[in-house]
Nanobody, 124 residues
Framework: QAQLMESGGGSVQAGGSLRLSCLSSQEIYSCMAWFRQIPGKEREGVATIWTRSDNRDYDASVKGRFTISLDKAKKTLYLQMNSLKSDDTAMYYC???????????????????WGQGTQVTVSS
């Protein structure tokens, strides 16, 4: 089971940018993703990447503003977040090792391994 460690969260004003990182203790899995969660709400998928082909998928709310990427040599997953909005405020988690579902933003997609999360706060 991979240990995943996120970093890069923080507080930023609306319109600003942040880059989240997720370091994996093991080799990169075929499908990895970023999720986010607001207290009292279900965790939602933000972006996925199929590492074998570099196919990427995004939730409609972040498409065009966020970019998921991967550095296999560094075993690190990234999420570049631009044009941040107050609605982006959440705890962000990276995930690996698919248990079920397709590697795209889909309610059937489930992962085994999760990081501890990094908080992103966007003030308007």
């Amino acid at each position: 089971q991979a240990q995943l460690m996120e970093s890069g969260g923080g507080s930023v004003q609306a319109g600003g940018s942040l880059r989240l990182s997720c370091l994996s203790s093991q080799e990169i899995y075929s499908c990895m993703a970023w999720f986010r969660q607001i207290p009292g709400k279900e965790r939602e998928g933000v972006a996925t990447i199929w590492t074998r082909s570099d196919n990427r998928d995004y939730d409609a709310s972040v498409k065009g503003r966020f970019t998921i990427s991967l550095d296999k040599a560094k075993k690190t997953l990234y999420l570049q977040m631009n044009s941040l909005k107050s609605d982006d405020t959440a705890m962000y988690y990276c995930a690996a090792f698919v248990l079920s579902g397709p590697c795209r933003i889909d309610p059937r997609l489930a992962f085994r391994d999760w990081g501890q999360g990094t908080q992103v706060t966007v003030s308007s």
